[in-house]
C-alpha cells in the first residue's frame, strides 16, 4: 500500500494550486482518502477527506469553500484543488488512508506548499 502527494510549490496569496495523491497496492474506492497538512511548530492536522466508497467530503473550516477535494477511480487519484491560498496554508501537505489521523496507517510523503509574495 502506496500513497504519493505531488504537486505543491510556491505561490502568491490569492493563487491556486491542485495536489495529486496517486495510491497503489490497493483498491482506492474502498476507502477514505484524507489530505493533511503540518506548518512549522503546529500538529499535523486534516484538511479534507473523501470517501472514495459513496463520495462524501468533508473540509475544515479553515479551508471550506476555499479547497474542492475530488477522486478518479480509474486513476487511483484523489486531488485537492486550492484557491485563494492564504499564506497561513503554508505547510507540509499529506494524504493518508483515513480522514482522522488516529485512524491512518498509510502516510505519503508530503509535498511543500508555500503561500507568500
Known amino acids: 500500500v502506496q500513497l504519493q502527494a505531488s504537486g505543491g510549490g510556491l505561490v502568491q496569496p490569492g493563487g491556486s494550486l491542485g495536489l495529486s495523491c496517486q495510491a497503489s497496492?490497493?483498491?482506492?474506492?474502498?476507502?477514505?482518502i484524507g489530505w493533511f497538512r503540518q506548518a512549522p511548530g503546529k500538529e499535523r492536522e486534516v484538511v479534507s477527506c473523501?470517501?472514495?466508497?459513496?463520495?462524501?467530503?468533508h473540509y475544515s473550516e479553515s479551508v471550506k469553500g476555499r479547497f474542492t477535494i475530488s477522486r478518479d477511480d480509474a486513476k487511483k487519484t484523489v486531488y485537492l484543488r486550492m484557491n485563494s491560498l492564504k499564506p497561513e496554508d503554508t505547510a507540509v501537505y499529506y494524504c493518508?488512508?483515513?480522514?482522522?489521523?488516529?485512524?491512518?496507517?498509510?502516510w505519503g510523503k508530503g509535498t511543500q506548499v508555500t503561500v507568500s509574495s
Open positions: 497496492g490497493f483498491p482506492l474506492d474502498e476507502y477514505t
Open positions: 493518508a488512508d483515513a480522514c482522522r489521523y488516529t485512524l491512518v496507517q498509510t
Open positions: 473523501i470517501s472514495t466508497r459513496d463520495g462524501n467530503t
